[in-house]
């Protein structure tokens, strides 16, 4: 089973300030199966990133993602307000499909 | 657009079971990989499950593996999750997802396993 571990737990920024949050993975992800996604309290999650760097429809271009290997990071240029949020990984080249523990995106 | 509604959720004694529902419209459902993913009570998102189109290929976390069974009908545009031997430890939030991404999430049924 491959484990994500994301970093750091909780961040604490300003809206307008640079995000960015990275995940390692414990084995190499062969292929760029990799996507983020993001959770509001009370809400389903959403996917923001697919295919490491692709945005699903409808995400700001001011999300963006990368990586390769085990280190992935998705960006987040500058926070605005709804960006406040948690924020999960997930690999999906190798079952059992997993995610992170997850990030929590605060307001400083 | 693409809907995806869970139901059949409900509080349940350990050992018993439940039976998950999620119907999807709005997509050719029969085109694409379902899957179940649960978040416990304040915790993160734990992947369950996930069926290929067709229901040929099927996989499970460790975690509940040979107690929960994931099926599909492609004719009713709906995935199913039976539940048995169910623990206190399954008390979450289960959310159906499309594609192997998670591409679109339903908006979840609670499952409360307790005495």
């Known amino acids: 089973e491959i484990v994500l571990m994301q970093s750091p737990g909780t961040l604490s920024l300003s809206p307008g300030e640079r995000a960015t949050l990275s995940c390692r993975a414990s084995?190499?992800?062969?292929?760029?199966?990799f996507a983020w996604h993001q959770q509001k309290p009370g809400q389903a999650p959403r996917l923001l990133i697919y295919?490491?760097?692709s945005r699903a429809t409808g995400i700001p271009d001011r999300f963006s993602g990368s990586g390769s290997g085990t280190d992935f990071t998705l960006t987040i240029s500058r926070l605005e307000p709804e960006d406040f949020a948690v924020y999960y990984c997930?690999?999906?080249?190798?079952?059992?499909?997993?995610f992170g523990q997850g990030t929590r995106l605060e307001i400083k | 657009q693409v809907q995806l509604v869970e139901s059949g959720g409900g509080l349940v004694k350990p050992g018993g079971s439940l039976r998950l529902s999620c119907a999807a419209s709005g997509f050719g459902f029969s085109d694409y990989y379902m899957s179940w993913i649960r978040q416990a009570p304040g915790k993160g998102l734990e992947w369950v499950s996930y069926i290929g189109s067709f229901g040929s290929s099927v996989d499970y976390a460790d975690s509940v593996k040979g107690r929960f069974t994931i099926s599909r009908d492609n004719a009713k545009k709906s995935m199913y999750l039976q539940m048995n031997s169910l623990r206190a430890e399954d008390t979450a939030v289960y959310y159906c997802a499309r594609g192997r991404y998670s591409s679109y999430w339903g908006q979840g049924t609670l499952v409360t396993v307790s005495s």
């Open positions: 997930q690999q999906y080249d190798g079952s059992p499909f997993t």
């Open positions: 295919d490491t760097s």
């Open positions: 084995q190499s992800i062969s292929s760029s199966d």
